[in-house]
């Protein structure tokens, strides 16, 4: 069974940062491509960024040049490094693996950017 746990979120000023971790279970880690998506009140989920097993990365263009995804293979551990956080930037921060043609979910952590 695959299990993913989000923390780190918090509240944080405009400007400041703060890093995302999620630690998952139940799968070979090393071998699946991890993301990080948001949800914003009323919005639909997106996209935030996206490691693959090689380390290759992709972002959202909202986020790029200021969030930086990362993973440890070794504690089985993707990380979600946010600088520069804009108000725009408030959601519940989701961990996802497409794992036997199932999206896995973990349960989220808020971010909120405020002053």
């Known amino acids: 069974q695959v299990q993913l746990v989000e923390s780190g979120g918090g509240l944080v000023q405009p400007g400041g940062s703060l890093r995302l971790s999620c630690a998952a279970s139940?799968?070979?880690?090393?071998?699946?491509?991890m993301g990080w998506y948001r949800q914003a009140p009323g919005k639909q989920r997106e996209l935030v960024a996206r490691?693959?097993?090689?380390?290759?990365?992709k972002y959202a263009d909202a986020v790029k040049g200021r969030f930086t995804v990362s993973r440890d293979n070794a504690k089985s551990t993707v990380y979600l490094q946010m600088n520069s956080l804009k108000p725009e930037d408030t959601a519940v921060y989701y961990c996802n693996v497409l794992y036997g043609g199932v999206d896995n979910w973990g349960q989220g952590t808020q971010v909120t950017v405020s002053s």
């Open positions: 490691i693959l097993s090689g380390g290759s990365t």
């Open positions: 139940g799968i070979i880690f090393s071998i699946y491509p």
